[in-house]
């Protein structure tokens, strides 16, 4: 499936505002699969058991005892968000305790800052940057490739790092602190996929794919002399070789350059190098590849791809030597969409292959292996193993490892978890190995949207690839996804004030019927399509009035809708396009909605809108919230601070100190009869998690050194209207998570004034200057999201397919080429999205 992905770097702006702390508890939302893309995995072949996992998203993770994964970068935060894009992963193998991470979200405009080496000599405990003059783009194209990142095997003070975007190869000598350029290689990489594209991200050359040591060719405490490097080139040489530490460079004789080399695995007792290629950088492409073999000391290749003709529609990716048992490869089908992926193996070096599964006869399929979801039934589906496109073995799969100390062990990675198991060698016997899900662990996913209702299910998430669930348990694997209609992608959710087992949730365009807009009576346990939503109009935001009748539908290109009673949606061009959008609790007739520094009300179920009051100087207004117990009591997030009416929007109050902010949620109260916790995602004296108990007259800063949750203007929050002070985060790569207060608020320091939801205040400007910010797109390349307007053309040039068409400062092509549609991704990004 593809990925959304939404990112933001932001530039904190300290502010004379003195916030106090209280200690939260924080743990994830178990959805147990992992639910995103596990590019690569380590092994340390000196230390029994230790192993690391990279996602493109969501850090790095290490092997636990008993299968499970402890996540190494949850410090990151808004000044550290790209640390979450790992590019790259290294585990020394002299000396185990030191781990290397190549990190850095995106090489274009996407992700402002430069990338970095982090360094850590406790196996992960600690880690310290090493920055690079360069970006590292842990979330581009050609991820999956590698490892890009390696420890000399002889002499562990040295690292070798093989760029992207042309910077070519470097070289550290004092355990990657320092790097020095290589000059000598012959090539940096010449393949983008696509030379069209103009945001950066699809035009930018992948560069090195991978540097591999060959041990052999060493001694312990000297430089190891040959080492081979891949290189992202079709039709020309791709891969060399050093035999002298890296001084001199020379392509590889005899190699064939039709493919881009994915992996180079040395296979020590055979003295040869494993070479996967594909005709894609990946992860989402690749239709051919091969496997080439080749003997180090005889200098030969062999090709050994293990199938040829029509059963060749795939690259390949992942590849495995088990080290116990010279000989005994796996190499993994980089895209095999249909019926399902495909991992081969050998015993004898590559000669022959057995198959995961194979055809008996069409259409009935032999699978080999038994499947265990059990610590993700959602993953399924666990049917009937005959059955055609059931997907069970996985895609995307560029990680693939066995552990050097234990034949039986091995683990891939996919595009939603981590498979594997612990009886590999029944492969070689019986033909009947297990399948597991072992991404016990990892919370990968990208939330797009949290409610917490006042009865039923704690949560319900809206969630990028895998469509989101109703969390009946916030620390058990959920056992189903969202169902009728099914979409990888749920990019909103709401429910009904007045009747909370009331739920609409919408899509991002990727339903086979075509209609964006589902419907749920009974807390999400069952669903139904709105049929009065048309085909292919997708994304965006949506509101459910309070009796749950009426769908207010901000789209992501077709404006403003609304529909009553599953009518037919129509226009609602009293409302802008990009309106943030909410529905009043308590009357089924008011929808609010905010757009720019206005405004708007609807007393007509969101048929008709017109302007209340100012938010100051706001630009973006972010969220609109409401208070689930008074008509009129309303909240809104901007790029200027926190504005709060008590008169339907009449008027506004600013909320002091608050220079910014992106998420709120009013949760259940601190007293009896009190008013609603107020929660933030905010940059209130710095950006963080904030609570205010007293309506944003005092606050206490929630999250702590140890919980980032990456950038804040990417995160979603939702509060529980049942528990005071538990809140939930979605973040952009780490799941959700749920927080508790294990501590005493501190006092406060700010006397209220009168804060009664019906009081009428006086709008008065923001004042405080708000932090620079810079907003990073979705890169799957087929998902779409919301949509908002773009400011005046500025360009009367096509856009090509995936660039960028709109956002915030644009002055490019608005114009998409024929069969894509603008589509809004956030405020500062659209893109063309094929239709």
Known sequence: ??????????????????????????????????????PGIVFNPSQKGLAYARTDIGGAYKL?????????????????????????????????????????MYTNSWDPNNGQILISTDQGSTFTPSQLPFKVGG???????????????????????????????????????????????PSTGTYVPDPTDTSGYNNDKIGISWVTFDSTSGSSGKATPRIFVGVANKGSSNIFVSNDAGSTWAAVAGQNSTFIPHKGVLSPAENSLYVTTSDGAGPYDGTSGALYKYNITAGTWKDITPVSGSDLYFGFGGFAVDLQKPGTIMVAALNSWWPDGQIFRSTDGGNTWTSLWSWQSYPTMNRYYKYDDSLAPWLGPNVDETVLGTLQIGWMMEALVIDPFDSNHWLYGTGATIYGGHDLLQWDASRNVTLKSLADGIEETSVQSLISPPTGPSLISALGDIQGFVHNSLTTAPANSFTNPVWS??????????????????????????????????????????????????????????????VLWRTSGNGVLVSQYTNPFAAVPSLPSDAAIASDKKNNSIFYGASGSKFYLSTDGGKTFSAQGSLGSSTSPVKVVVNPGVTGDVWVSTDKGIFHSTDSGSTFTTISGVSQAWSIALGAPAKSGGYPALFAAANIGGIGYFRSDDAGVNWVKINDAAHGFGSASANVITADPRIYGRVYIGTNGRGIWYGDASGAAPAPTTTASTTSPTTTTTSKPATTSAPTTTTAPTTAPTTTSPTTSAPAPTNTNTQSVYGQCGGVGWIGPTVCASGTTCTYMNDYYSQCIPS
């Open 1 to 38: 499936m593809p990925r959304l992905f939404l990112l933001a770097a932001l530039a904190a702006v300290p502010l004379a505002y003195a916030v106090s702390s209280q200690t939260y508890t924080w743990k994830n939302v178990k959805i147990g699969g992992g639910g995103g893309f596990v």
């Open 64 to 104: 636990n005892a008993d299968d499970s994964w402890t996540p190494l970068l949850d410090f990151a935060d808004d000044a550290r968000w790209n640390y979450w894009g790992v590019d790259a992963l290294a585990t020394d193998p002299v000396d185990p305790k030191r781990l290397y991470l190549a990190t850095g």
């Open 489 to 550: 992608t749920a990019v909103d959710v709401d429910f009904a004030g007045n009747k909370p087992t009331n739920i609409v949730r919408i899509g991002s365009g990727d339903s086979s019927s075509g209609k964006q807009v589902a419907l749920s009576s009974d807390s999400g346990a069952t669903w139904s399509q709105d049929y009065g939503a048309a085909d292919n109009v997708t994304g965006g935001k949506v509101a459910l009035s309070a009796d749950g009748d009426t």
């Open 139 to 185: 979330n581009m194209p050609g991820r999956g490739m590698g490892e890009r990142l390696v420890v000399d095997p002889n002499s562990n003070n040295i690292l070798f790092f093989g760029a992207r975007s042309g910077n070519g190869l470097w070289k550290s000598t004092d355990y990657g602190v320092t790097w020095t350029q290589v000059k000598a290689l």
